[in-house]
């Protein structure tokens, strides 16, 4: 199997993304009827906003320390904590689709005029950098599997890597900033 991924990284890549991005739309355009899911407790169901702000937190300064470590030369701690930030986005998608499919997205409760020229387009850019790192992390997760490290500064897992890394920083930012936006202000 490995063999086969590592031949077809590209093809795994598309496969790969297409079926995630269907997941995520299908959550968040509540395709899925909510009774087909079953329902955890309102307290848990409520706890999960203020969880994954704490995984996107958690997740920035792990990807930014990965990212140093590699600069440092360090491969091993790079990999380890770039395959934690890889379980922590997961961990983050899968409670946030879950919470979307049974309740919907969260209201802006605050003011018209911040909705509209702050709220929205933090929201939108959030939105569009999470889209746009899900190809981008499966192609350089992929190629960091699939290659010797001895290798992988012949791919394209660098280039792309620092442009996953820094979308992904950006992303998880501003997931923060909408947090806060909806929860504390």
């Not at 969880?51 to 997740?59: P, Q, W």
């Not at 981008?136 to 280039?159: C, D, F, I, Q, W």
Request: charged fraction near 10%.
């Amino acid at each position: 199997m490995q063999r086969l991924v590592e031949r077809h990284v590209p093809a795994v890549t598309g496969v790969l993304t297409v079926v995630s991005l269907a997941l995520v739309f299908a959550a968040a355009l509540r395709v899925v009827p909510a009774g087909a899911l079953p329902r955890a407790p309102d307290a848990v169901l409520s706890a999960i906003p203020h969880l994954n702000a704490v995984i996107s937190v958690v997740a920035f300064g792990v990807v930014g320390a990965s990212w140093r470590a590699i600069r440092r030369g360090n491969v091993e701690r790079h990999r380890t904590g770039m395959l934690a930030g890889v379980v922590l986005f997961a961990a983050f998608l899968v409670m946030y689709l879950y919470r979307v499919a049974l309740l919907g997205p969260t209201e802006f409760a605050g003011p018209a005029v911040v909705e509209r020229f702050v709220y929205y387009p933090v929201l939108a850019i959030h939105i569009l950098l999470a889209v746009v790192c899900i190809p981008l992390l499966y192609y350089v997760l992929l190629l960091g599997l699939t290659r010797p490290v001895s290798e992988l500064s012949a791919t394209n897992h660098p280039k792309v890597g620092r442009v996953a890394a820094s979308l992904w920083m950006t992303s998880f930012a501003l997931g923060v900033m909408v947090y806060l936006m909806l929860y504390l202000f």
